[in-house]
């Protein structure tokens, strides 16, 4: 959050934008301090490209008011709101040269020409790209043109910054260096409020100080992301985010939740809850048998699953594994992390070490049949 | 044989009726204008002669050199500008205009200006005649610039609609953005962005009024010579020489004008 006695670049108030025919976001309120990151994460075609748009002047607002460095910019016109709004692929401008792409903000504000060309010579140094100041900016690769964006961006020397999906377009190998890049030229003292939408998880906990949670038109949830990522604030947030662990259970109101897995603190009223934890929450401690002789070899207090598959991933490997006695009759399916020692193969049986702070207790979704 | 060559060269194989083609397609497209060549370039050309019977007299380009024709000329290029330049602009804003219209209202503006487009000239004429005589220019040249817009930028209407509905906005949304006027976008990202669309547009707008007939004898009444108006004056008098030189000079620019527009769609890689 800002903090306190900083003066906010972006603050949204109550704003409503219209979605195609509809009011698609109502009420969403949000600030971002100067220099401060925050991207807006939501999934496809809730309304985040529209939102940016009606905060930049491109689209009309429903309701609500934008204010920018401190002024109600809400009836203004795009040119005069001290906001950039950045496209998801980068909006060249064909006929002018990489040097004049850059300069352009500060040549239609009446600087003249030799002056902006300098200022836009320093920018295209902080973006490593002085050498192709006079290449065409359409003989640019899609990573150069990202960061000539972002350099000409700066050259507007706004109060926020709007990314909208900003690295979509891009290459997965070329992605993270561009990623890197961005964050690297936007991370000064003083710099620009930024709010960068995605429906990326791992991009917007890579750049993000905060992630605010877009569902169903509202944010619902707007932390930091180590929070957002390992306490989700409702189940469909932790859905949307894909934690892969979400076990059914019940709140006895006073501080208590028990589930298939056993019982944990919660501060939720009495009712149907659910647990929710990321695969790194619990740890398949080790193999303790096969499946044919599990019921002989797990102690009867120790939690054991049974594996199904390996997940291979680039950063780690994951284990699918089946609870048998899950209460309900039905085998629960959970994700978990691997322990120390040699991988277990699937059919073995192991036990699961729960690590109590990193799993998370929500009230269930109305709509959740889990 | 030496096409053949040059193919097998190349690695490619063309059949002899590919070249046959090739052949009549030239006698076809070229021969006509070889004949106008001919009988301009002629002092006498009578029946059943093959060829002329006697060459030029005085200069070979004699007949180009006749005031009448020159008039007409600069006339028809004075009105093909003024075409062009006002029918571009009244087809870049209603195009644009439409492209961003409910799609009801754009439906029925593009069916108007397809009207001027898809109308015979002769009975267009009609209609306009009634209006430049009421409106006091029938017979001067605003009353067929007038005429020879209409159609003009019903075509340009339709041409920058398709032009426009295929253009990405994004660039002039992150230009307001980036603290330019509205105004400023249009003369700073738009209008440069499109340059090859407003070469075209203009060659196409000068191409309908170039070759316009029916349009101007009746607006004009006669009284505005183009040089469509002379050739079918030259042909009536039964003077084939002017007529052939009038016809030569119908054809140049537009030939010029194509190359100009494949020249400069080539240079911008956009297709002819």
């Given at each position: 959050?800002?903090?306190?006695?900083?003066?906010?670049?972006?603050?949204?108030?109550?704003?409503?934008?219209?979605?195609?025919?509809?009011?698609?976001?109502?009420?969403?309120?949000?600030?971002?301090?100067?220099?401060?990151?925050?991207?807006?994460?939501?999934?496809?075609?809730?309304?985040?490209?529209?939102?940016?748009?009606?905060?930049?002047?491109?689209?009309?607002?429903?309701?609500?008011?934008?204010?920018?460095?401190?002024?109600?910019?809400?009836?203004?016109?795009?040119?005069?709101?001290?906001?950039?709004?950045?496209?998801?692929?980068?909006?060249?401008?064909?006929?002018?040269?990489?040097?004049?792409?850059?300069?352009?903000?500060?040549?239609?504000?009446?600087?003249?020409?030799?002056?902006?060309?300098?200022?836009?010579?320093?920018?295209?140094?902080?973006?490593?790209?002085?050498?192709?100041?006079?290449?065409?900016?359409?003989?640019?690769?899609?990573?150069?043109?990202?960061?000539?964006?972002?350099?000409?961006?700066?050259?507007?020397?706004?109060?926020?910054?709007?990314?909208?999906?900003?690295?979509?377009?891009?290459?997965?190998?070329?992605?993270?260096?561009?990623?890197?890049?961005?964050?690297?030229?936007?991370?000064?003292?003083?710099?620009?409020?930024?709010?960068?939408?995605?429906?990326?998880?791992?991009?917007?906990?890579?750049?993000?100080?905060?992630?605010?949670?877009?569902?169903?038109?509202?944010?619902?949830?707007?932390?930091?992301?180590?929070?957002?990522?390992?306490?989700?604030?409702?189940?469909?947030?932790?859905?949307?985010?894909?934690?892969?662990?979400?076990?059914?259970?019940?709140?006895?109101?006073?501080?208590?939740?028990?589930?298939?897995?056993?019982?944990?603190?919660?501060?939720?009223?009495?009712?149907?809850?659910?647990?929710?934890?990321?695969?790194?929450?619990?740890?398949?401690?080790?193999?303790?048998?096969?499946?044919?002789?599990?019921?002989?070899?797990?102690?009867?207090?120790?939690?054991?699953?049974?594996?199904?598959?390996?997940?291979?991933?680039?950063?780690?490997?994951?284990?699918?594994?089946?609870?048998?006695?899950?209460?309900?009759?039905?085998?629960?399916?959970?994700?978990?992390?691997?322990?120390?020692?040699?991988?277990?193969?699937?059919?073995?049986?192991?036990?699961?070490?729960?690590?109590?702070?990193?799993?998370?207790?929500?009230?269930?979704d109305p709509a959740s049949h889990v | 044989m030496s096409m053949q060559r040059d193919?097998?060269?190349?690695?490619?194989?063309?059949?002899?009726?590919?070249?046959?083609?090739?052949?009549?397609?030239?006698?076809?497209?070229?021969?006509?204008?070889?004949?106008?060549?001919?009988?301009?370039?002629?002092?006498?050309?009578?029946?059943?002669?093959?060829?002329?019977?006697?060459?030029?007299?005085?200069?070979?380009?004699?007949?180009?050199?006749?005031?009448?024709?020159?008039?007409?000329?600069?006339?028809?290029?004075?009105?093909?500008?003024?075409?062009?330049?006002?029918?571009?602009?009244?087809?870049?804003?209603?195009?644009?205009?439409?492209?961003?219209?409910?799609?009801?209202?754009?439906?029925?503006?593009?069916?108007?200006?397809?009207?001027?487009?898809?109308?015979?000239?002769?009975?267009?004429?009609?209609?306009?005649?009634?209006?430049?005589?009421?409106?006091?220019?029938?017979?001067?040249?605003?009353?067929?610039?007038?005429?020879?817009?209409?159609?003009?930028?019903?075509?340009?209407?339709?041409?920058?609609?398709?032009?426009?509905?295929?253009?990405?906005?994004?660039?002039?949304?992150?230009?307001?953005?980036?603290?330019?006027?509205?105004?400023?976008?249009?003369?700073?990202?738009?209008?440069?962005?499109?340059?090859?669309?407003?070469?075209?547009?203009?060659?196409?707008?000068?191409?309908?009024?170039?070759?316009?007939?029916?349009?101007?004898?009746?607006?004009?009444?006669g009284a505005v010579q183009t040089l469509p108006v002379a050739l079918l004056s030259?042909?009536?008098?039964?003077?084939?020489?002017?007529?052939?030189?009038?016809?030569?000079?119908?054809?140049?620019?537009?030939?010029?004008?194509?190359?100009?527009?494949?020249?400069?769609?080539?240079?911008?890689?956009?297709?002819?």
């Open positions: 959050m800002i903090p306190p006695g900083e003066a906010p670049g972006l603050v949204l108030h109550d704003v409503s934008v219209r979605f195609g025919t509809r009011v698609g976001l109502v009420g969403v309120s949000l600030a971002v301090g100067r220099g401060e990151r925050v991207v807006l994460l939501g999934p496809s075609g809730e309304g985040k490209t529209t939102l940016l748009r009606a905060i930049a002047g491109l689209d009309e607002l429903v309701a609500g008011h934008v204010r920018v460095g401190g002024r109600d910019v809400s009836r203004d016109l795009p040119e005069s709101r001290g906001v950039v709004y950045l496209h998801q692929r980068p909006s060249m401008f064909p006929h002018l040269s990489v040097v004049d792409n850059v300069g352009f903000p500060m040549e239609v504000r009446g600087i003249p020409r030799l002056q902006a060309r300098e200022r836009a010579m320093v920018l295209l140094e902080r973006v490593q790209l002085a050498p192709l100041a006079t290449r065409s900016a359409l003989a640019l690769s899609g990573g150069q043109q990202h960061r000539v964006a972002i350099a000409r961006a700066l050259a507007a020397d706004p109060v926020a910054l709007l990314l909208d999906e900003p690295f979509n377009a891009l290459d997965p190998a070329l992605r993270a260096d561009v990623r890197d890049s961005v964050v690297e030229s936007l991370g000064v003292a003083g710099g620009p409020s930024v709010l960068m939408v995605t429906h990326d998880v791992d991009e917007a906990a890579a750049l993000g100080d905060r992630i605010a949670v877009l569902l169903g038109g509202r944010i619902v949830q707007d932390a930091p992301p180590a929070v957002t990522l390992s306490r989700p604030a409702t189940h469909a947030v932790a859905r949307f985010l894909g934690v892969p662990n979400c076990v059914a259970g019940t709140s006895d109101g006073r501080g208590t939740f028990t589930c298939a897995l056993g019982q944990f603190a919660c501060d939720l009223p009495a009712g149907r809850a659910m647990l929710v934890a990321r695969a790194d929450a619990m740890r398949a401690a080790s193999a303790i048998g096969v499946a044919d002789d599990r019921n002989d070899a797990s102690p009867a207090s120790q939690i054991t699953a049974t594996v199904e598959a390996l997940q291979h991933r680039v950063g780690g490997t994951t284990l699918r594994v089946r609870l048998e006695n899950a209460g309900s009759g039905d085998p629960l399916p959970l994700t978990v992390v691997a322990g120390i020692g040699a991988l277990p193969t699937p059919g073995d049986v192991v036990s699961l070490d729960i690590l109590r702070d990193r799993v998370h207790v929500v009230a269930a | 193919a097998m060269a190349s690695g490619r194989v063309v059949a002899p009726w590919h070249v046959f083609l090739l052949v009549a397609l030239g006698v076809v497209s070229l021969g006509p204008v070889l004949l106008l060549v001919l009988r301009a370039a002629a002092a006498s050309w009578l029946y059943p002669d093959l060829l002329p019977s006697r060459g030029a007299t005085g200069s070979t380009l004699g007949a180009f050199a006749t005031p009448i024709l020159w008039s007409a000329l600069t006339r028809s290029v004075l009105l093909a500008v003024a075409t062009a330049v006002v029918a571009t602009l009244l087809g870049f804003v209603a195009g644009r205009g439409l492209v961003r219209a409910p799609r009801g209202l754009r439906e029925l503006a593009t069916g108007a200006a397809f009207l001027p487009v898809v109308a015979p000239p002769i009975a267009l004429g009609v209609g306009i005649q009634v209006l430049a005589i009421r409106a006091g220019v029938g017979g001067s040249l605003v009353g067929v610039l007038i005429a020879h817009v209409i159609p003009a930028a019903g075509y340009l209407t339709l041409y920058f609609l398709g032009v426009l509905s295929a253009y990405d906005r994004s660039m002039e949304d992150e230009a307001r953005t980036l603290g330019a006027t509205a105004w400023q976008t249009f003369l700073r990202v738009t209008v440069p962005a499109l340059r090859a669309r407003w070469l075209e547009a203009l060659v196409l707008g000068a191409l309908v009024s170039w070759g316009q007939l029916a349009l101007t004898l009746l607006v004009g009444g030259f042909t009536r008098a039964g003077d084939d020489r002017l007529a052939a030189a009038a016809a030569l000079l119908l054809t140049i620019p537009p030939a010029l004008a194509f190359g100009v527009v494949q020249r400069g769609a080539r240079r911008t890689g956009a297709s002819a």
